[in-house]
Nanobody, 115 residues
Framework: QVQLVESGGGLVQAGGSLRLSCAGS????????MGWYRQTPGKQRELVAT???????NYADSVKGRFTISEENAKNTVYLQMNSLRPEDTAVYYC?????????WGRGTQVTVSS
């Protein structure tokens, strides 16, 4: 069993910054991919950024140059530093972990960017 708990969401003005954290616990393997997805009402969940255990990262085009994903492997924690936030970044952000025995999701944290 794997548990993922997000924190750090909130309300921020356009141009501002937020840092999301996701702490994982339970049966987390050393080889995995952790990351962030986001979802707005009526739309599919979309990839924001991922961090693979080998160190490679992947970003959605819409966040490249503004968001940075990082990981503290010893703590099974992944971070998402979000800068230059835009109203269109408003969404529920979900932490994600993929390893050989399955995919796991957190419950999400709301990010609201006001114009």
């Amino acid at each position: 069993q794997v548990q993922l708990v997000e924190s750090g969401g909130g309300l921020v003005q356009a141009g501002g910054s937020l840092r999301l954290s996701c702490a994982g616990s339970g049966s987390i393997l050393s080889r995995n991919t952790m990351g962030w997805y986001r979802q707005t009402p009526g739309k599919q969940r979309e990839l924001v950024a991922t961090f693979a255990s080998g160190g490679s990262t992947n970003y959605a085009d819409s966040v490249k140059g503004r968001f940075t994903i990082s990981e503290e492997n010893a703590k099974n924690t992944v971070y998402l530093q979000m800068n230059s936030l835009r109203p269109e970044d408003t969404a529920v952000y979900y932490c994600y972990l993929l390893q050989f025995n399955g995919a796991y999701w957190g419950r999400g944290t709301q990010v609201t960017v006001s114009s």
